[in-house]
């Protein structure tokens, strides 16, 4: 992990993308999901995660890092357990 984290902006790893757009990322199973960087496939493998969610921090609209959230599972998280998603962007 000390080798692929923190990983550079430019990096095709989901959490450098979530940082870059500042949008949310959530697959049910990283291993199968199309568009997923194979970098983020072999994390998977590695952890031994499939679902994989992960928010962009934001401090006055701009995405300062992420947070992921990931579990053996390869189904997506409900849409209660997605709460943190839905903050308001005043309250950010």
Do not use: K, W, Y
Request: charged share 25%; hydrophobic share 50%; proline share 9%.
């Amino acid at each position: 992990m000390e080798r692929i984290f923190p990983a550079p902006l430019g990096d095709p790893l989901p959490a450098a993308q979530v940082i870059r757009s500042g949008e949310s990322f959530h697959v049910a199973d990283v291993l199968v999901a199309p568009g997923v960087a194979p970098e983020a496939r072999r994390v998977g493998e590695t952890l031994g995660f499939r679902n994989l969610l992960i928010v962009p921090m934001l401090l006055h609209n701009r995405a300062i890092g992420a947070i992921a959230v990931a579990r053996g599972v390869a189904e997506m998280f409900s849409e209660d357990r997605c709460e943190v998603d839905r903050v308001p962007r005043a309250r950010r």
